[in-house]
């Protein structure tokens, strides 16, 4: 276990960190599986109302550094696909 005064807090930043990027993460893969769900079904219009919303959520989790730049543009990039495909 940790001796010091700083590394006590580290421990502490990073429980606190780590809980506040694992409720971000949930989100972020709630939204996902909305988009789907709503491609799946053929609504178009459930399905840019789920992609908007998704685009925000990634949006600030990439913004706020709990999912790198990259992968979230990976992950608008393939929903705005799926969106464009129905028909």
Do not use: L
């Amino acid at each position: 276990m940790a001796h010091t005064q700083s590394a006590k807090k580290r421990i502490r930043q990073t429980i606190a960190r780590t809980a506040v990027n694992r409720a971000i993460m949930s989100r972020v893969r709630t939204f996902r599986k909305k988009v789907a769900v709503a491609v799946e079904s053929k609504d178009k219009e459930a399905a840019v109302a789920a992609y908007n919303t998704f685009a925000s959520v990634i949006d600030k989790a990439a913004k706020r550094g709990t999912v790198p730049a990259n992968r979230a543009a990976n992950y608008k990039s393939k929903a705005a696909k799926a969106v464009a495909s129905i028909a």
